[in-house]
């Protein structure tokens, strides 16, 4: 009986970790993004974007999760600061540090309170506009720091928060994207003798 129990929950188990199945809604709206895969992965993993493929849903969930993902990378490099000895390596920690932090600071939600989502959508699309023309980059940050563990763990956490940022980006964009457009106008021909009914441009 033991065993039987183990069994289902061994199931269970690999029911829930399962990911998104093929062709899914989830699948659908992850291969509009930048990083279908790397949206597919983090989402996947949460059960209430699972089985759904509404943005408004998957942009809530990824903004919460790229704030997880930013603050392990940020965790990891003040805490190298205290290691690290070389020059180079320390501003590259450091630098990077405060990027990923000022990131976070745009996604985290844990003050409390009642969050407006569409004003937090915005703030976030607006960072991530500033950030992309200020060309935010460990890459730039660390170029003269010597090759090392630390180095490319810090590069490759600093990447996969950079790829889920977009990800975040283009799901807010799915959301708000259109939002506040004016309804499209008549056109000027509206009332003439050779209207051409059901043609789209």
């Not at 983090?42 to 997880?68: F, H, K, M, Q, Y």
């Not at 603050?71 to 630098?95: H, N, P, S």
């Amino acid at each position: 009986m033991a065993a039987t129990r183990g069994s289902v929950r061994l199931l269970l188990l690999i029911l829930l970790l399962r990911p998104a199945a093929a062709g899914s809604p989830l699948m659908m709206t992850c291969a509009k993004t930048p990083h279908p895969d790397v949206c597919i992965t983090v989402l996947g993993a949460i059960p209430e974007c699972r089985n759904t493929g509404d943005p408004r849903v998957l942009a809530e969930n990824a903004v919460r999760s790229a704030a997880t993902i930013g603050a392990a990378a940020g965790t990891f490099a003040r805490a190298e600061l205290d290691i690290v000895k070389d020059t180079d390596m320390w501003q590259c920690l450091d630098e990077c540090a405060q990027d990923i932090e000022e990131a976070v600071s745009h996604l985290d939600d844990t003050e409390g309170g009642v969050v407006d989502l569409d004003a937090k959508f915005k703030d976030v699309r607006l960072f991530m506009d500033v950030a992309e023309r200020d060309t935010w980059s460990c890459e730039e940050s660390c170029r003269d720091a010597a090759d090392s563990t630390v180095k490319a763990t810090l590069l490759e956490k600093n990447e996969a928060f950079e790829k889920f940022m977009r990800v975040t980006g283009a799901l807010i964009e799915m959301v708000i994207g259109t939002a506040g457009e004016p309804a499209p106008e008549p056109s000027a021909d509206e009332h003439s003798d050779e209207l051409i009914p059901d043609v789209q441009l």
